[in-house]
């Protein structure tokens, strides 16, 4: 089995004698939050989560990226919500980056580690518990589901990282591949939650310019990433936040993977 990293902030603050200039920046089509802005100062609090911060690294903005919101939740010790989810009709993909949770989906409990990925289906009853002895930290993302008549919710997901096999994508040698977590084909799901994964060297070949929009946190390595008209350097904790339509490409730096947790919204009719 392939050894993964995956990066998770732990917090803190800067001390004094750190000098201001970083890569934080918000434009019209993106915004880069560098893992140098997770500090303590930031982090939110939630109803029902006992023991429980977050950092809210995207919301739905208007003329910006509209359609999910994105959390690094840290959940320490006997921490956890029986309650977590407090909005009708949401959907949520949850992916573990350092600890363990224990998590209980419509009477289903399962223990994710990291690497573990759980999809939530809309209006479905869970809970979250951190029963381990150290903090626990994952990613929340949300998304109003889109229903549509004659297509049932989606069913409940549990899998894990170190099980799927990453699809290859074509004609690139093996450098460029994506692990899917659900099937592409399955048109009751709206967002997809996916890790994509560049070896050292491996590049996007054009700008990809596109309705979707995107969440990136990068999960382990570094590139070169093209957002809109800019090459921006980024590394493991830094997260993009991507309107639709902007260009995007990257050349992945290497020594390591350069690999990605993505999301993107799919399979609907844009609204009118």
């Not at 409990?109 to 626990?136: Q, V």
């Amino acid at each position: 089995m392939t050894e993964r990293s995956y990066y998770a902030p732990t917090g803190g603050l800067p001390p004094q004698t750190q000098i201001l200039t970083d890569r934080a920046m918000f434009t019209e089509a993106y915004a880069v939050i560098p893992k140098g802005t997770f500090s303590d100062i930031v982090t939110s609090y939630l109803p029902f989560w006992d023991k429980t911060r977050f950092w809210v690294i995207a919301r739905p903005l208007s003329g910006f990226a509209e359609t999910f919101s994105q959390y690094i939740a840290e959940v320490l010790p006997g921490g956890g919500s029986d309650r977590p989810e407090t909005d009708e009709g949401v959907e949520a993909v949850l992916f573990v980056v350092e600890g363990e949770i224990t998590l209980t989906v419509m009477g289903r409990t399962d223990r994710l580690g990291p690497g573990g990925y759980a999809y939530i289906p809309p209006d479905a009853e869970w809970s979250l518990k951190n029963t381990s002895d150290a903090p626990a930290r994952f990613h929340w993302i949300r998304k109003a589901y889109q229903f549509v008549d004659g297509l049932d919710v989606p069913d409940p997901i549990i899998a894990s990282d170190h099980e799927i096999a990453p699809t290859v994508m074509p004609d690139t040698n093996g450098v460029w591949a994506t692990t899917r977590f659900v099937d592409p084909a399955d048109m009751r799901h709206d967002m997809h939650v996916t890790i994509v994964t560049f070896q050292p060297g491996g590049v996007i070949p054009f700008a990809e310019t596109h309705v979707m929009e995107h969440g990136l946190y990068v999960l382990e390595g570094k590139a070169v990433y093209r957002l809109n008209q800019d090459w921006v350097e980024v590394e493991a904790g830094d997260f993009m936040w991507l309107r639709a339509f902007c260009p995007q490409a990257c050349y992945a730096g290497g020594p390591g993977p350069f690999r990605y947790l993505l999301y993107k919204d799919v399979n609907r009719h844009m609204p009118l």
